[in-house]
Structure formats: C-alpha cells, structure tokens
C-alpha cells in the first residue's frame, strides 16, 4: 500500500490567513522527511525538511511538526499569499534506503486575495 | 540562484522510438535522480546515481531504461523503446549530498515526454 499519503486534497484559504497542510505517513523506519512546492509547468521546489529526531523545525514563514506516535505530518504556512497558491507534497525516505524519496499524492492550495 | 537545466522541456515520441532525455546538474552536485509524474498523479522515483554508477532504481527502472553521465556534466534518461504508459513528466533532481538531512534535492523543471 501506499507510505505517503495526504489527508485533505484541496485546501482554499483567504490571503493572510495561515494554512495547516497535513501528511499521514505509514513507515515507521522513515527517518526523513520534506515538504516541496510546485507551481504549475514547474518541477518542485524545496520548502523545509525535518529528521525523524525532531519534532518541529521552522523557517521563514513555514514550520513542519511531525508526530511520529501518530505517523503524522504537517507543513503551516503563516500569513499565507497569492504566491503560495501551488500543489504541496510531502515525502519521505525510509530508513533502509540513502537514496530514493517516496512522495505523496499532494494537495492543492489555493489563496484567494 | 544555481538551477537543475533540463531538455527538451516537451518531446513528442512515436511508440517503439529511443528517446534521451537530458539534464545538468547544479556544479557542485555528486548525486543525481530521475523521477517522473504522471499527469495529475504523484512524483514518483526512477532512479539514483552517485560516483558513475546507479546507486538505487524502482520497479519502473526496467531494461528498457538507463542512465549515464557522458562527458561528466550531462546526466541523461534514455528510454529504448518507448511505450504509451511511459507519457509522463521527467524531472532530474540533484543533490551535494544524499537526502538524510539539510540537502533536498533540487529539481529541474522538467521534460513533458509524449509518446504517441
């Protein structure tokens, strides 16, 4: 079955607002994970990561929390804008391998102004 | 910012046809990727790389797939003989170092492969 997965599809939020999008994972040995962003025609861009060893890690206007007793996920968005409107995957690498990321199916954020 | 180049950005293939697509790496880079996603579904793993040799391949990684770096810059998806189900987006990503912390890969933006 499926490692990676994603619990709400779409998630439509007001400019300024903040947008909480989460990620059910189902590999205990996965032991690092991170969130991309991709616009449209575009390949995936980075946004954060975080490693099996921690529970929060923030940067400029996102923070990821994972919560491993749950295997679960979340990627916030603060003061979200028009620019961050994309689809968000999360992924994971599993502990027995150095090399291959397994993603999820992604979920689309939409900003409206 | 240093960026993953990817061509061509769109190739329409017949069916049975070779096809070779290709990527440069950011400079400093030692590990490379293919991965694809087919439209409207996930990002899913080819195939890993590291010091001129596949380090990791999935089950879609068949015979019909391989990778090479040429000329040591360039890395490059060849698929022999394409098939239908192998229409899909074709993103290289590359790394300093593996994905275990503090190093996502960076992605191309992509090949929009048609095989028709």
């Known amino acids: 079955g499926e490692s990676v997965g994603l619990h709400l599809p779409t998630l439509s939020v007001q400019e300024g607002d903040n947008s909480i999008i989460n990620c059910a994972y189902s590999?205990?040995?996965?032991?690092?994970f991170i969130w991309y962003k991709q616009e449209s025609g575009k390949g995936p861009q980075f946004i954060i990561d975080i490693r099996s060893n921690m529970d929060k890690r923030q940067g400029q206007r996102v923070t990821v929390l994972l919560n491993k007793t749950v295997k679960h996920l979340s990627l916030q968005i603060a003061a979200t804008q028009p620019g961050d409107s994309a689809v968000y995957f999360c992924?994971?690498?599993?502990?027995?391998?150095?090399?291959?990321?397994?993603f999820g199916k992604g979920t689309l954020l939409t900003v409206n102004p | 910012e240093p960026e993953v180049t990817q061509t061509p950005s769109h190739q329409v293939t017949q069916m049975g046809q070779e096809v070779i697509l290709r990527c440069v790496p950011i400079?400093?880079?030692?590990?490379f990727y293919w991965y694809r996603q087919i439209l409207g579904q996930k990002v899913e793993f080819l195939v890993s790389f590291y010091n001129n040799e596949i380090s990791e391949k999935s089950e879609i990684f068949d015979d019909q797939f391989s990778v090479e770096r040429p000329d040591g810059s360039n890395f490059t998806l060849k698929i022999r003989s394409t098939k239908l189900e192998d229409s899909a987006m074709y993103f290289c990503?590359?790394?300093?170092?593996?994905?275990?912390?503090?190093?996502?890969?960076?992605f191309g933006s992509g090949t929009r492969l048609t095989v028709v």
């Open positions: 590999n205990s040995a996965s032991d690092y």
């Open positions: 992924a994971e690498k599993i502990g027995g391998s150095n090399y291959k990321l397994t």
């Open positions: 990503a590359t790394a300093s170092g593996p994905p275990n912390g503090g190093d996502g890969y960076t």
């Open positions: 400079s400093n880079h030692l590990y």
